[in-house]
């Protein structure tokens, strides 16, 4: 029982909600000053023209009528939906055979798993500087090994269609460590005699992952597409370290996705009002698709 010093009238009730909330005060102070207040000014913004230094100006929906007749922001979204919808579910893949193999009883299983997380918390600046270097066309490692054996040298960093496989590369073995610890934390929390008994009915190794193990770990698989798929589409940080590499033109053009389009048109040419109404779209456009899951994982996702 909590008892209250200050209010000795309250009900030992109404004393824990106290002081719970009081525990959760700074986390909801900072949720609304760093997160529910910003949105609302990127709201409130998108319908002005702004440029940072004077005050907004109203001008209605011409922001958003803009951006439907702005080539550039059309390749931003498509070249988003590419590094979305490629990194995510590949990172997802490599994670799932990494912590099915991680859960085997292998020698040195713990310092693979170390490993693995590594790139998780190292700084995207490094990693990107890492990459450059190793997708380098004259003396990288990677085009050594192709030359190697296949006798070719792609440029990596400055064609156009190659470009953003780089980054894709980049932001799929960054994210694999975190999916990877993930995973099999929910491995480890499949009852065994599941399999023992699909193993006494003479089920195989892969059918017993598909009707399995699968199944019984989808929330977290579940999980992990919802956090990935926004993770994706915030991506930024090896985005931008390529571009400043890659220079102008179209391999830049190439690397533009819909975060460097409203980094680049409100603290590059200081349209506010324009970058907060793309920032407005991208919100919705996570929205809907975060929807679509919470709608489709209550057929494909078992909780029981």
């Known amino acids: 029982m909590l008892k209250n010093r200050f209010l000795p009238n309250l009900s030992e009730k109404h004393t824990n909600w106290l002081y ?14 760093f997160h529910l207040i910003p949105i609302a000014q990127s709201f409130f913004y998108s319908f002005t023209r702004w440029n940072g230094f004077s005050p907004p100006t109203l001008i209605g929906f011409e922001n958003f009528r803009r951006l439907t007749e702005d080539p550039v922001f059309l390749n931003e979204f498509f070249n988003t939906i590419h590094f979305v919808f490629v990194s995510v579910p590949v990172a997802l893949i490599f994670s799932l055979v990494i912590a099915n193999l991680l859960n085997t009883k292998i020698r040195g299983r713990t310092i693979f798993r170390v490993i693995y997380f590594l790139p998780n918390v190292t ?33 990596w960093l400055t064609n156009p269609a190659l470009i953003m496989n780089v980054v894709i590369t980049v932001q799929v073995w960054s994210t694999v460590g975190f999916n ?15 399999y023992e008994a699909f193993e006494l009915d003479g089920g195989g190794s892969i059918k017993k992952f598909f ?29 931008f ?27 590059v040419q200081h ?34």
């Open 20 to 33: 719970a909330y009081l525990f959760l005060a700074p986390l909801l102070v900072g949720v609304v000053i």
């Open 123 to 155: 700084m995207p600046a490094v990693v990107a500087t890492m990459f450059t270097l190793m997708f380098h066309s004259q003396y990288g490692v990677v085009n050594d090994i192709l030359y190697f054996i296949f006798n070719i040298r792609p440029m």
């Open 180 to 194: 990877v610890v993930i995973i099999l934390a929910a491995l480890q929390t499949v009852p065994r005699h599941y």
């Open 211 to 239: 009707y399995i193990t699968l199944p019984l770990i989808s929330p977290s698989i579940f999980f992990l597409s919802v956090i990935s798929i926004i993770r994706a589409f915030n991506a930024f940080d090896f985005v």
């Open 241 to 267: 370290m390529f571009s400043i590499n890659a220079g102008g033109g179209p391999v830049r053009n190439a690397l533009r996705t819909m975060v460097f389009g409203i980094y680049e048109s409100g603290f």
């Open 271 to 304: 349209q506010f009002g324009y970058a907060s109404a793309k920032a407005v779209v991208m919100f919705f456009i996570i929205m809907a698709i975060t929807l679509v899951q919470f709608v489709a994982q209550k057929r494909l996702v078992h909780y029981k």
